[in-house]
């Protein structure tokens, strides 16, 4: 079954501190997405990926394609990130998005 | 732009009843999807639409309808309302292919008792 894993499932960190979220999948993919999922419950896009590095603002999202592996990285963290961060495949082949169960971010003052 | 638009926020449902989750996109899109979420879970893919006329079902179809008449609208048609389909539903849409931005919708959360 092609599955889609996330670590850790919670994080605790102090402000200011540097973030690193893993997904690893099991089988070739196409396309990684990050996205993020506010308190509210709203769901944004920060990255897709499909090889490589992507940088905007103070996050950071590296994809290794023959490890099958993705980590998103948060520099100088600020309360204001706390959220659940989902990593989201797109298998080769398939249609539609296989989603990691989130990794739930708290940043304390 | 309105982006994703999801109708109603919150829906409760008696065990049974029909209902019809709204959604619409003003990006002309063509690639649309339904999703529910639950405690635990990731996000599941319901059902999923490549255009206006072509739907397809997703890892967790059963007891829900869904229809594409035009390139904006998809609605998520519960049949007949259980308990188990207790759970948040967020619509999305984006081009095929899956190496464009996700755009989701505010979600709804239906209650089924």
């Known amino acids: 079954k092609n599955e889609v894993e996330q670590s850790p499932q919670n994080l605790t960190a102090q402000e200011g501190e540097f973030i690193t979220i893993n997904c690893s999948y099991s089988?070739?993919?196409?396309?990684l997405h990050w996205l993020q999922q506010h308190p509210g419950g709203g769901i944004v896009s920060l990255f897709m990926l499909s090889s490589g590095k992507k940088k905007h603002g103070r996050l950071i999202a590296t994809i290794n394609i023959q490890e099958k592996h993705s980590s998103l990285h948060i520099t100088a963290s600020h309360p204001r990130d706390s959220a659940v961060y989902i990593c989201a495949v797109v298998f080769s082949g398939a249609d539609g998005l296989t989603f990691g169960k989130g990794t739930h971010l708290i940043i304390q003052p | 732009n309105a982006g994703v638009t999801q109708t109603p926020k919150f829906q409760v449902l008696k065990t049974g009843q029909s209902m019809t989750l709204q959604c619409a996109q003003d990006m002309n899109h063509e690639y649309m999807s339904w999703y529910r979420q639950d405690p635990g879970m990731g996000l599941r893919l319901i059902h999923y639409s490549v255009g206006a006329g072509i739907t397809d079902q997703g890892e967790v179809p059963n007891g829900y309808n869904v229809s594409r008449s035009t390139t904006e609208d998809f609605p998520l048609r519960l049949l007949s309302a259980a308990p188990s389909q207790t759970s948040v539903y967020f619509c999305a849409s984006t081009y095929p292919g899956g190496f464009a931005t996700q755009y989701f919708g505010p979600g709804t959360r239906l209650l089924v008792l």
């Open positions: 089988v070739g993919i196409s396309a």
